[in-house]
């Protein structure tokens, strides 16, 4: 269900996805602000970074070819020869724009600036290209040019919704998608502007920012702007109009489902977890939906907000603790520290953990439906070979097998499971997993560290010394077995034959630029179905979802010689015993 489709978040997303504001340091050379800058900065306040966004019309199908992109930053000085703007290659696994750009103009002070590029592959976070100036840039800079739109898969594989994307008359993306930056180390303002006047009636622009035409008073590195989602044309909202405050929706395209209703849906499950987070106030909470060809029910959370992805199955009621998981991240955020991948047990297990429950809790999903959530989490987790992989191999494992991608997700939230479980019965219900968290967001509201170090002391604070060698095994890679009544008395463990994922070739294939089968496994499935070493899989394929779907089958496009052939088969080997919940009768269910 929802934790199957989202593993290529965010993670990684957020969490795990926001790489951006690590952004490398270029071998290119360091930016320096002349004295003459600072003093410009500091006479007139921060210098102003302002955006402005100018979507072409719509073809006859209704799609966006272009926008037009025009960004001018105050104060900028860069010597001749180094480099001034940057913008990724990859993002998360996503293709950018950035080889794609058309008619780069650059002006200072002083008139036009001839420009190069260079990349830089091994930068830290991720491969960056920047531009250089043939003469020293001086003053307010001004930087022009047209992005192309197109809806190709990304040729890199699995990825978060990133890149730009067009459907009924708008259009999105997230900025580290397609947005040229300065390289200064400067704080600025950020202004975003939308010029709509090529989109035919009602239309608007949308971002993690807020609403239409803005400004944001606070001043931030120019980096943050990479980490905003944009959507503009001719979208729609629930409320509407959008909201500058609170809960606000919006998408593009049409999906297969009541989205109003759905959204509507997303608000009561707001309105419940801020209460439940202790989260002051309305804080602004966007959610954003789009079409996505690949993976679709998925999502990721940027900027505070949520970017969902729907296709032409998308079951509603699915999507619904996709919504949950992403809200979860919003207000319990990442594991301090940077660790990234490595810390995504904290992050991606508490968000299935809490993804059922807190719906749960509300009323908002049946007992049926919640059981069933645990069940594919324990399924996926327990028929998974790689099970017991050590927590410090996944970063590098991560997008090379769709296996390791989901162990933070099902093994994190198992974890938690158990935790919880320990709590409650060494304070006989007097305390619970939800103190440790709650504790964590307060230490992070205040400013303080909340970090593994501060949760383990609050664990050991709980449990004592045995608390922190089950973590360790953990993260060591041990199974992770919650006791049999540790989602309450109304649940009790057993057993069911399940089989095991299994893709039948080389995993590794699926990350490729050109996406050449090998390591056929003799007598898989996917043998059996006909595929052969040396065919070349012509479209990315998603497995996360099938993976948590015993009866999901994969389907394969490959290129065979001068034919194209279409192979279909289930990817499942062995058959082993996996650990379920089912219901019992308890006096303590109350009926649910």
Known sequence: MSQDQVSERNTVETMIFSKHRCVAKSILGAIVITASAISQVSAGGPPKLEVTLTPGAPDETGDIPFVDVRIVAEAQH?????????????????????????????????????????????????????????????????????????????????????????????????????????????????????????IPGKSNGVSTLGVGNLTVQDASPAEELFDVFFMGGRIRHFPDPAPKKGFSSSWQGEPPFDAKALMKWTKRLYDFDIKFFRVGGEPP??????????????GVEVGGSFVGTFGEKTDPDDFKLTLSHEMVHTFVRTLGGGEGLASSWYSEGLAVYYQRLLPWRAGLISTEEYLEDINQTAARYYTDILNDTPNAKIPDLFWADTRVRVLPYDRGALYFAALNDRIEKATENGRSLDDLVLEMMDRRAKGEAADQHVFLSLLEAELGEAGVEEFKAMLAGELVLPASDAFGSCFERTQKSLRRYELGFDSAVLIEPKRIVRGLVAGSAAALAGLQDGDIIVKPVPQDAIQGDQQATLTLLVQRGEEQLSITYLPRGETVGAYQWRRVEHPSCGGR
């Not at 959610?287 to 993976?295: D, E, G, K």
């Open 78 to 198: 860069a010597p001749a020869g180094s480099p001034f703007m940057h913008m990724p290659l990859v993002s998360s696994n996503v293709k950018t724009s950035a080889g794609s750009l058309q008619g780069l103009k650059v002006a200072d002070a002083k008139g036009d600036v001839a420009v190069e590029s260079l990349d830089d592959e091994k930068g830290k976070g991720a491969p960056f290209r920047h531009w250089l100036g043939a003469r020293e840039i001086a003053g307010d800079l001004s930087v022009s040019y047209r992005v192309p739109i197109t809806n190709e898969l990304n040729p890199l594989g699995a990825a978060p919704p990133y890149e730009l994307r067009t459907e009924s008359g708008g259009f999105s993306g997230l900025g580290g998608a397609f947005l040229t930056l300065p390289e200064s180390k400067m704080d600025y303002r950020f202004s975003v502007s939308w010029d709509l006047s090529n």
């Open 285 to 298: 909470y966007a959610v954003f939906l789009r079409r996505n060809l690949i993976n679709p029910g998925g």
